[in-house]
């Protein structure tokens, strides 16, 4: 397996401001249970999101896949990515190291409701991460 990093940019920076629309939180809210689901299978190995709200916010997922065709059909599978809510960006990425500590509190969990801003891949060589 192959590492990679796809990092997503909302199309409509407004939604981060004034707030998104209906249909753009449905959409996020499909993207959320998207990536619980990769991650939940061990193929996500983190999603995030930078918490500005200006031109230069992104949100990353960085994966595992067998191949960069397989990388990018996850990445235009997000619903935020294949219904242009926002734009996607695929890099080759190698984790070099991982925290056995894992994220501090504050991270969305299952019963938390997703934010409604980018968030949108597994280990290859070396070491895999051990889970908390």
């Known amino acids: 397996m192959q590492q990679f990093l796809y990092r997503i940019q909302p199309t ?73 809510v926002m734009r996607a960006e695929l890099f080759p990425y190698r984790v070099a190291l991982w925290s056995l500590k894992g994220p501090e509190d504050g991270a969305a969990g299952p019963d938390q409701a997703p934010d409604p801003t980018p968030a949108p891949v597994s280990p290859a060589a070396g070491p895999q991460p051990r889970q908390p």
Not at 27 to 43: K, M, P, W
């Open 12 to 84: 409509r920076l407004e939604m981060l401001g004034a707030g998104p629309t209906a249909h753009e939180a449905s959409i996020v809210g499909e993207h959320f249970r998207y990536l619980e689901r990769l991650t939940a299978s061990g193929v996500v190995l983190m999603a995030g999101r930078t918490l500005n709200s200006d031109e230069r916010t992104f949100g990353i997922v960085v994966f595992s896949a067998p191949s960069e065709k397989e990388a990018e059909e996850l990445m235009r599978s997000d619903p935020c990515v294949r219904h242009g």
